[in-house]
Antibody, heavy 117, light 110 residues
Framework: QVQLQQSGAELAKPGSSVKISCKAS????????ISWIKQTTGQGLEYIGY????????YYNEKFKGKATLTVDKSSSTAFMQLSSLTPEDTAVYYC??????????WGQGVMVTVSS | DIVLTQSPALAVSLGQRATISCKTN??????????MHWYQQKPGQQPKLLIY???NLASGIPARFSGRGSGTDFTLTIDPVEADDTATYYC?????????FGAGTKLELK
């Protein structure tokens, strides 16, 4: 069965970076893009962008350009998202999700990132 | 960006019909498809796909769930509502990038 297993919760200081992972199983990794989505109580669900797992090509929501960097390791069927120059506004749950051409079907369990001094 | 508007909450009795609406500020139809999708999220869990392309039931989703609509007006219907359906329901458009989500409708039981 399709599974997306994300890494554990992160506690980070303002100005630092974190890199969270999303390990896929149960399907051919390079056949689907991986999307990343941010969820906060205040802003709801926000689409960060997606990565083509075969080519490494990326799309970023303008709002997250310079904040998020998406990469993949095909050998381990894992997608990564690095968040840089963290501020308290980056405190959120971050999801990876398998992207079909027009929607996402399977979601990871989410990673809570807390930014606090 | 396309804005999706949902009512914040809805209370329905067990066994009754729940209708959740989602309105967009731009047409999300394109070449015969409506690029609107619906997700269910229970507390502490990740969202789950219910409906794709406005009216197609995702794999494993009970037929109590259905979607309809086109253009700028869409609805998700649950009939009959069961206790396990208490959750927040989100619509999402993929007509344009960035894909955007509604703020969610929290379904509660009366």
């Amino acid at each position: 069965q399709v599974q997306l297993q994300q890494s554990g919760a992160e506690l980070a200081k303002p100005g630092s970076s974190v890199k969270i992972s999303c390990k896929a199983s149960g399907y051919t990794f390079t056949s689907y893009d991986i999307s990343w989505i941010k969820q906060t109580t205040g802003q709801g669900l926000e689409y960060i962008g997606y990565i083509n797992t075969g080519s490494g090509g990326t799309y970023y929501n303008e709002k997250f350009k310079g904040k998020a960097t998406l990469t993949v390791d095909k050998s381990s069927s894992t997608a990564f998202m690095q968040l840089s120059s963290l501020t308290p506004e980056d405190t959120a749950v971050y999801y990876c999700a398998r992207r079909l051409q027009w929607w996402v079907d399977y979601w990871g369990q989410g990673v809570m990132v807390t930014v606090s001094s | 960006d396309i804005v999706l508007t949902q009512s914040p909450a809805l209370a329905v009795s067990l066994g009754q019909r729940a209708t959740i609406s989602c309105k967009t500020n731009q047409n999300v139809d394109y070449y015969g498809n409506s690029y609107m999708h619906w997700y269910q999220q229970k507390p502490g869990q990740q969202p789950k796909l219910l409906i794709y392309l406005a009216s197609n039931l995702a794999s494993g989703i009970p037929a109590r769930f259905s979607g309809r609509g086109s253009g700028t007006d869409f609805t998700l219907t649950i009939d009959p509502v069961e206790a396990d359906d208490t959750a927040t329901y989100y619509c999402q458009q993929s007509r344009n990038l960035p894909n955007t989500f509604g703020a969610g409708t929290k379904l509660e039981l009366k």
